[in-house]
């Protein structure tokens, strides 16, 4: 089936930094979508993207659509404590869009 | 409420035991997602419902494992005959739509002695 890899696994950054993770399947996904997850929470939708080459920001938040369609970026600018937790990247297995494959995560951490 | 509500937060069983847990989706929601999440690990996806009816059970790691929804709200996740490797998070999301963007809650933690 298809698998989303992502890298880094994990993260130990410092306040202020910015930071990029990447998410490569080894199939085209037509949607790709950025989850990040707290202890003990739900993932919560960060960024939806839809079309090849699109990029996207919410916040310092910035993702982009791989123009291959196998691969999607997320950056965050200037990150602050509460951004850390797992990142998942995430698209649908298939063509109805009802089933998600999720990635195995980025944790990302931030030293004081 | 406002988003997912997933009940209960937590349950600690003992193995072979039944349990049942339950999804109250966003208000308006059609589509309802049940996926599962081992320690440390991404997310499995299970099944979904349209409305009433769940079209691909496929996902179901057993036939242990079951799911109904009611009224095109409620969703309850039954395990029969629990085993040590159920213990998990399971979530639940839903979405307006079939293939719109996915609404978690924070997931009923599992965990089988």
């Known amino acids: 089936g298809q698998q989303l890899n992502q890298s880094p696994q994990s993260m130990f950054i410092q306040e202020g930094e910015d930071v990029s993770m990447n998410c490569t399947s080894s199939?085209?996904?037509?949607?790709w979508l950025w989850y990040k997850q707290d202890p003990g929470e739900g993932p919560v939708l960060l960024i939806a993207?839809?079309?090849?080459?699109e990029l996207t920001s919410n916040g310092r938040l910035t993702a982009q659509f791989g123009i291959t369609r196998k691969d999607s970026f997320l950056n965050i600018s200037a990150s602050i404590p509460s951004d850390v937790g797992i990142y998942f990247c995430?698209?649908?297995?298939?063509?109805?869009?009802?089933?998600?494959?999720f990635g195995t995560g980025t944790r990302l951490t931030i030293i004081p | 409420g406002a988003g997912v509500s997933q009940s209960p937060s937590n349950k600690v069983t003992e193995k072979g035991k039944d349990v049942e847990l339950r999804c109250d989706p966003i208000?308006?929601?059609?589509?309802l997602y049940w996926y599962r999440q081992s320690l440390g690990q991404g997310l499995e996806f299970l099944i979904y419902?349209?409305?009433?009816?769940?079209?691909?059970k496929s996902g179901l790691p057993s036939d242990r494992f079951s799911a109904e929804r009611t009224g095109g709200s409620v969703s309850t996740l039954t395990i029969q005959r629990t085993q040590q490797e159920d213990s998990a998070v399971y979530l639940c999301?839903?979405?307006?739509?079939?293939?719109?963007?996915?609404?978690f809650g924070d997931g009923t933690r599992l965990s089988i002695l």
């Open positions: 999301a839903s979405s307006r739509l079939v293939g719109q963007p996915q609404h």
């Open positions: 199939s085209i996904f037509n949607t």
């Open positions: 993207l839809y079309k090849a080459g």
């Open positions: 995430a698209g649908p297995t298939n063509f109805g869009n009802e089933k998600l494959t």
């Open positions: 208000s308006g929601h059609t589509a």
């Open positions: 419902f349209q409305g009433n009816s769940a079209p691909d």
